[in-house]
């Protein structure tokens, strides 16, 4: 009996080896053979696609025309340039062409791309508004209202210019006078945050008006009901001094 089942596990166990040697044969034929199957189905692969892709550009469906709504300071030929024009309007990749856009212009804030069929892109492009100009040392900025830099060494014109220590912790005021419907408001040309506690505001062709620490906001509405109610010359000045409360002094 003890001799009739060790001949049967011997059976069992030569027909394992041959299982697993003409399985590991297998194997290597097919690995063997595999770049050569991989390059047949890339080659088939391809001419499919490259027959399709043919087929749609003779069908229309190739780019003709790409539209760009919203740029103003995004060049519209940098855009353009993006799209790849040989390939049908239907393999272009939406998200990609729009992930492209925004990571190559540092004015766009926004890009979104649509096909409009059989043969016309549009890319609609929100940007970055500019606030103002900071001078940080010898560099410029365009920044904009929550102080962030959009781009450097970039000059725009009509923007007024920021500069001084810490002088973007305090946009808030810089904010509230541009938005002011006073007169003098229209005529600032440049804020100087002195000290990191208080503002200087040039105007446009006239003086310096160094503002107080406290309440700059009334001082600067005073000197504002002195320009639409009085003859007070600020061409004439070249400093004036209202950082003493209750008190303007000038220097030509």
Known sequence: MLSSVTRSQRR???KCAFFIITSLFLTLVILSSLDKIIDRFNYYFNWCDECVSSFLLNSGFKIDEVIVTGNKFVNEQDIVRLVDKSQPIIYVSLSKLASDIQSTNK???HVSVHR??????????EEHKPFALWKDNN???VIDSK??????????DNLVTISGQNSLSNLEFVKELLESKAQLSGKISSFICVGNRRWNVVLDDGPTVKLPEDNPLGA??????????????????SIIDMRIADKIFVKR
């Open 12 to 14: 069992f166990l030569r």
């Open 107 to 109: 004015w766009a804030k």
């Open 116 to 125: 409009i069929l059989p043969s016309t892109l549009q890319i609609d492009i």
């Open 139 to 141: 560099k410029t900025s």
């Open 147 to 156: 102080g962030e830099v959009i781009v450097d060494d970039y000059l725009i």
């Open 220 to 237: 600067w509405d005073y000197l504002n009901h002195l320009h639409d109610t009085t003859d007070f010359a600020f061409s004439d000045w």
